[in-house]
């Protein structure tokens, strides 16, 4: 499972795509704008293939407040999303 400290800070996510894998998923964490807010946006996919080469119907993808509150949400969420998504 993952857990918190497998993600840096925020104040990277701020900068740039955070993007990782754990045990057959792929996932990326992305500064989303919505309206007048940041949201996190992650994506999960299985592998082998990066964001990129992966055709989108493969991903899914869920919005989260963009804060360390949100961050957990989005951990929990990967968690529960790993077996249908690995076996994909």
Do not use: C
Not at 46 to 68: I, V, Y
């Amino acid at each position: 499972m993952l857990s918190r400290e497998d993600f840096l800070s925020l104040n990277f996510v701020k900068k740039e795509d955070f993007t990782g894998s754990h045990k057959g998923m792929r996932f990326m964490l992305h500064q989303e704008p919505v309206e007048d807010e940041k949201k996190l946006k992650v994506y999960i996919w299985g592998e082998p293939f990066g964001f990129e080469a992966t055709p989108d119907e493969e991903k899914r993808s869920a919005l989260f407040e963009f804060s360390e509150e949100g961050l957990g949400e989005a951990i929990d969420w990967m968690n529960e999303n790993y077996e249908s998504i690995r076996k994909a």
